[in-house]
């Protein structure tokens, strides 16, 4: 399909909202994912995530990488060992391996583009002792959601 509409409030024509992860083993909130672009001779795919307010998308890492846009609302990333304020157009890589969650902030949805690749590795998520690691710093700490 060539062109799809914009709807209003980050929906698109012909594009489904969808849950978030249905393998069951991770924990999330209040997240949506509609998926913009893929297939093709395109090797990456091209997301729409919208975290509710009082949500989280889930705590992983993986090898591939994340290149990210916000792009309604503001919120807090987790990425590595840092957490950022993420505002409006604010650009976000997510370095292979790498903890990361995001959360909206206020009483708007968090939405933010997301390229990947077409191919990649299933996400991890945190043991015991990479749960430790994390607390290590107290903003890190206070933040997660699991
Ligand atoms: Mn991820």
């Known amino acids: 399909m060539i062109f799809r509409a914009h709807l209003g409030d980050c929906r698109w024509d012909e594009t489904p909202v969808l849950a978030y992860k249905q393998d069951g083993t991770t924990t999330f909130r209040h ?40 792009v309604r609302g503001k919120g807090r990333a987790l990425v590595g060992d840092e957490v950022y304020d993420i505002r409006l157009y604010d650009l976000i890589l997510v370095p292979p391996m790498t903890w990361h969650q995001f959360q909206p902030t206020g009483d708007e949805p968090l939405g933010f583009l997301c390229i990947v690749n077409a191919q990649r590795d299933r996400p ?15 903003e890190v700490a206070a933040f997660i959601r699991l």
Do not use: C
């Not at 672009?37 to 009082?54: K, S, T």
């Not at 015991?128 to 994390?134: G, I, K, P, S, Y």
């Open 124 to 138: 991890q998520l945190p043991g015991h002792a990479d749960l430790e690691m994390l607390r290590r710093n107290p």
């Open 31 to 70: 997240v949506t994912k509609q998926i913009l672009f893929e297939g093709g001779q395109m090797e990456f795919q091209w997301r729409y995530f919208e975290v509710a307010p009082g949500g989280y998308s889930s705590l992983e890492r993986h090898e591939h990488e994340h290149a990210v846009m916000v």
